[in-house]
């Protein structure tokens, strides 16, 4: 009879040749791709390391030797933000392509790349790159959507969804972000010529929710109307109340049961945000069942009569059709609930985020608030009407848009877009052609686009602007600028699969023009009258920070970044008055 140190070495004999076996098979594969590649001997998709290695990452590249960090660093998440280009540049670009790059682990096999050939391709055929299988356990939470499903239910699911985002919702989405925004200034500044507050982001997070709530489930909320704060007889919360919680652990306790949730026991650390969270898994769907059926007796009451918001949009669009459809509904109720809960999700983190840097990168550089300022006095005149109208004001909004733009190139929500393939694929590109095995995730590094040299580098310079060599990695938003020969403004529209932070393809996100319209109303409101800038904070001596200084901080806030359900700054959200973190900025009238 083997003795148990027999066992146990003969079943760490058969473990450590299962992980050779799947390194030399993802080697194998590595080479018939055509592409870079790295041998990094290491499980990227241990639960543990995924777990553990985004907040050891600062401790892990203090202590490791520097070629171990630059390896391991690859298979930690968020490696686009933190290590930009350097990866291409340090082991691509010697093996003759500096586009892209395989890691081959005793993991599952992945490529990343920022070929914009490449990332057109993926990104046209959605039935062989498809999304990944992971995505579904946190974002199809509550329903099959049109993020999380492929094949013929996301093209079904699609058809409803794109005709449901019209001219509709984005004027609705355009008066409700005015309106909010109002109450954030009479909140903030009032009466008064300036004031400061470290809850501006929070305020921001205010706004985006309420938006939402208007336009999508045609729940107006006033900015102090509390009412909404009071969950109906028999829940425990309210349904924005169920929403920011579920947002807030999208990224990870949403992955436990309900049942868990419920019974975590009192005495554990994180009780409080897991007992909230399981009211708010069990009750997000109650409320967003409870709203659709309130929406279909209004419907009904009024012959058919919709409003402009998403909820009744899609509920229209999901009545049951003619012909062929005799009888079948084109979106069933779990899947109506599925994809509001992915509207709301993802237009309030993105959003959100993206309003987030905006403030602070305007504060940063004084000058481009100047430059917005020119476009909004030409289009509202200071002593103009204080109502605003959609179709006549966006449109000439081009500079504001275009602020947009090189905001979400700089800080992209989405740091990769993740596809995986169920059977082996061809790319043919101008260098060459590249072979992706099945069961392959290859990720689509958007921070890698949006800063290729090649593209960005000293693009639509203006008259007064100089030639730069790191000119792409800088805040200038006169590169989204054409100027034609007639003279009218126009927005500059990249080469195919250059710049994808609403990804592109049949897959683009369907909410692109409602996120536009919304960051446009509020910049356009905030600015209309205010200017920003960040509080200069008291040194250790008690000396006010110097403008170096100040900028040297808000460069270090913004790269002190993580990518949660998308890239957001640490420490600015859920702040109070006079503490230590959030970051404190001065909303003060213009003159």
Not at 9 to 34: E, H, I, M, P, T
Not at 139 to 166: C, E, H, Y
Request: proline share 6%.
């Amino acid at each position: 009879m083997p003795s148990f140190l027999a066992i146990v070495v003969a079943l760490l004999f058969v473990y450590c040749s299962s992980l050779v076996y799947r390194l030399l098979v993802n080697l194998f594969d590595a080479r018939k791709s055509g592409l870079p590649y790295i041998i990094i001997p290491w499980d990227q998709d241990n639960f543990f390391w995924l777990v553990f290695s985004v907040p050891l990452r600062p401790w892990l590249k203090r202590n490791l030797p520097k070629w171990a960090y630059d390896r391991l660093s690859l298979t930690i998440y968020g490696v686009e933000f933190h290590e930009r280009l350097r990866p291409f540049e340090q082991y691509a670009a010697p093996q003759g392509n500096d586009k892209s790059y395989a890691i081959v682990t005793v993991g599952a096999f992945e490529v990343t790349t920022r070929d914009p050939e490449i990332v057109a391709e993926v990104l046209r055929r959605p039935r062989d790159f498809m999304q990944l299988e992971l995505a579904g356990l946190f974002m199809g939470k509550f329903g099959p959507n049109v993020l999380t499903s492929n094949g013929d239910s996301w093209a079904r699911q699609r058809k409803v969804v794109a005709g449901v985002i019209n001219e509709r919702i984005s004027k609705t989405v355009f008066s409700e972000s005015i309106h909010q925004t109002e109450g954030l200034l009479d909140e903030v500044v009032g009466d008064g010529n300036a004031a400061e507050t470290d809850r501006i982001f929070d305020m921001m997070r205010r706004i985006t929710i309420n938006v939402l709530s208007g336009a999508g489930m045609g729940v107006s909320v006033a900015w102090n109307d509390n009412a909404n704060e009071k969950p109906s007889p028999g829940s425990k919360m309210t349904y924005i109340e169920a929403i920011k919680h579920i947002i807030r652990a999208v990224a990870g306790p949403l992955i436990l049961p309900q049942w868990f949730l419920a019974n975590y026991p009192i005495y554990l650390p994180g009780y409080k945000i897991l007992n909230s969270l399981s009211y708010a898994m069990l009750e997000f769907p109650i409320h967003t069942r409870s709203m659709l059926n309130e929406e279909r007796q209004r419907i009904a009451s009024t012959h058919g009569e919709t409003r402009s918001n998403i909820l009744s949009q899609m509920l229209h669009a999901s009545e049951p059709g003619d012909g062929e459809l005799k009888g079948f509904k084109a979106l069933s109720e779990e899947e109506m609930v599925g994809n509001l809960w992915i509207f709301t999700a993802a237009g309030f983190d993105t959003t959100t985020n993206t309003l987030a840097y905006a403030l602070l990168l305007l504060s940063r550089y004084p000058k481009w608030q100047e430059w917005v300022f020119e476009e909004i006095d030409s289009i509202m005149p200071m002593n103009s009407p204080a109502g605003l109208d959609y179709a006549s004001i966006f449109p000439q909004a081009i500079r504001v848009q275009a602020l947009l733009l090189e905001v979400l190139r700089l800080f992209t929500p989405t740091i990769h877009i993740p596809k995986q393939t169920k059977a082996p694929q061809k790319i043919q590109t101008s260098r060459g052609l590249f072979y992706i095995p099945r069961n392959c995730t290859i990720y689509l590094n958007t921070i890698g686009l949006h800063m290729d040299p090649a593209v960005w580098r000293n693009l639509n310079l203006a008259e007064n602007e100089e030639k730069s060599e790191t000119d792409e990695l800088e805040f200038r938003p006169t590169r989204w600028l054409v100027n034609p020969p007639a003279e009218s403004l126009q927005i500059f529209k990249p080469p195919k699969g250059a710049y994808v932070p609403w990804s592109a393809g049949p897959r683009v996100c369907p909410g692109q023009k409602m996120a536009q319209v919304e960051f446009t109303a509020i910049f356009l409101k905030l600015f209309h009258k205010h200017r920003i800038e960040a509080v200069p904070l008291r040194t250790a001596t008690g000396v006010l920070e110097t403008r170096t200084e100040v900028e040297s901080r808000l460069d270090a806030r913004m790269r002190d970044s993580i990518s949660m359900l998308t890239l957001q700054m640490n420490d600015i959200y859920d702040v109070k008055e006079g503490k230590d973190k959030g970051l404190k900025l001065r909303l003060s009238k213009r003159n």
